[in-house]
């Protein structure tokens, strides 16, 4: 499979530029070698031979936050997520730094050894219960983000309780890496509500982490693996459900990354996607106004490049809440997967102008459908704060 940007990708870019305005990076910079045009002119030019697939060129692609707000508005529909996977599968093999490797290792590799994530997570449990997080360097500090920790290790994969007695249809539930240990509450509140649609939910046990990670960092094998995996592990089920919006865009993606992959990306909602659905069809409940506003934030891999942005503001409407908006642009909060570890100082930076959009809307509730994003708006904002999915807002509202 090869994943490298095509001549037919390079030369959809018109070099229009009404990309520039919703790129993060270039907003911050005004640099166009940071904004999505001056990438793909380098990525072109790579490609032709013209200028070395080198470290300046590596350090242009590392600095791009793969939000794909540029994709949404180009309206020659460049597939730029998809390039800069392919041009940073490239770059794994022409520039093979110590740093690349690791990063890579952990997100193909270690994020499938549960034993050593729950062993992480516990020992974040015990620090937060410690209360020595300030001694932590603050990248590690990030894990303040995280809700406090339980000591022993969780998991959903296996679990098939509450199985309705005439289903009306089969969800296969992707536990994900980080989602299973750190956001057990969110699997907790899908279930539910899926099966209070009378949806049968399983999450199988061959399934393995969605891969997108791996994709970001250019770790196009391990990727391959792991969607290879998952089309196996997920066949039969109606429907494949994530509730992490990073891993519903990437399965949604699979043709690209495993033969039959389309079979999942055909089968593939992300929650806040199907509980609409279902709300919208009368198979949920809509409860009373509570008079209370909840505000929405836009995950980049929701709103980008999955075009859901009434989905989350439904749900919340049906939990009783006045949804509010705290971005019209949707601009990244600098979460961005492993991009808030090594590109520190940008991600901080959009993290803290994030922060302030949700202080100026009001609501001190803040759902956000993304687990990397929750964990940056966690960090940015103060404990008067209360930050989580819109299905787990439902959840609670429903068993109030
Ligand atoms: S990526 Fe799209 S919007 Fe951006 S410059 Fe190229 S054609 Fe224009
Ligand atoms: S993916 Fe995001 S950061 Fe990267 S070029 Fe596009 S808009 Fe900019």
């Known amino acids: 499979m090869d994943l490298v940007p095509t001549e037919a990708q390079l030369s959809a870019c018109v070099t229009c530029g009404l990309c520039l305005p919703h790129c993060p990076t270039f907003r911050l910079t005004g640099d166009e070698v940071a904004s999505p045009r001056g990438r793909i002119a380098a990525m072109g030019a790579v490609a032709a031979g013209l200028v070395p697939s080198d470290e300046t060129y590596a350090g242009m692609m590392s600095f791009c936050l793969q939000c794909r707000a540029c994709e949404a508005a180009c309206p020659s529909h460049v597939p730029f997520g998809q390039m800069m996977e392919g041009a940073r599968a490239r770059l794994a093999k022409d520039q093979p730094s110590w740093r690349g490797r690791l990063r890579r290792f952990l997100v193909g590799r270690v994020l499938n050894m549960k034993w050593l994530l729950a062993l992480v997570t516990s020992s974040i449990g015990l620090v937060q219960r410690l209360g020595v997080m300030r001694l932590l360097p603050k990248q590690v500090r990030l894990a303040r983000g995280l809700r406090p920790q339980r000591i022993f290790p969780h998991t959903v994969v296996g679990v098939h309780d509450n199985a309705p007695a005439e289903p009306a249809g089969s969800v296969a539930l992707l536990a994900g890496c980080i989602m299973d240990e750190w956001f057990p509450e969110v699997h907790d509140a899908t279930r539910g509500v899926l099966q209070m649609a009378g949806l049968e939910v399983h999450s199988p046990e061959s399934q393995q982490c969605c891969g997108a990670l791996a994709a970001h960092e250019?770790?196009?094998?391990?990727?391959?693996?792991?969607?290879?995996?998952?089309?196996?592990?997920?066949?039969?089920?109606?429907?494949?459900?994530?509730?992490?919006?990073?891993?519903?865009?990437?399965?949604?993606?699979?043709?690209?990354?495993?033969?039959?992959?389309?079979?999942?990306?055909?089968?593939?909602?992300?929650?806040?996607?199907?509980?609409?659905?279902?709300?919208?069809?009368?198979?949920?409940?809509?409860?009373?106004?509570?008079?209370?506003?909840?505000?929405?934030?836009?995950?980049?891999?929701?709103?980008?490049?999955?075009?859901?942005?009434?989905?989350?503001?439904?749900?919340?409407?049906?939990?009783?809440?006045?949804?509010?908006?705290?971005?019209?642009?949707?601009?990244?909060?600098?979460?961005?997967?492993?991009?808030?570890?090594?590109?520190?100082?940008?991600?901080?930076e959009l993290g803290i102008m994030k922060a302030a959009q949700i202080r100026g809307a009001g609501p001190t509730t803040v759902v956000s459908a993304n687990s990397g994003c929750e964990i940056q708006l966690r960090a940015h904002l103060d404990n008067g704060y209360r930050v989580l999915h819109p299905i787990e807002l439902y959840w609670e509202a429903l068993n109030v």
């Open 218 to 348: 250019g770790g196009a094998g391990d990727a391959q693996r792991m969607a290879a995996r998952n089309v196996g592990a997920f066949a039969g089920f109606d429907f494949i459900v994530a509730d992490a919006a990073g891993c519903s865009a990437h399965l949604k993606d699979y043709a690209e990354w495993a033969k039959d992959g389309s079979s999942v990306a055909e089968r593939t909602k992300d929650v806040t996607e199907l509980v609409a659905e279902l709300i919208g069809a009368g198979r949920l409940p809509s409860l009373d106004d509570t008079g209370e506003q909840v505000a929405v934030h836009d995950p980049c891999h929701l709103r980008h490049a999955q075009g859901i942005v009434n989905e989350p503001r439904a749900i919340v409407r049906a939990a009783g809440y006045t949804p509010v908006e705290i971005d019209p642009d949707g601009l990244c909060c600098g979460a961005a997967g492993l991009y808030m570890v090594y590109e520190h100082d940008t991600a901080e």
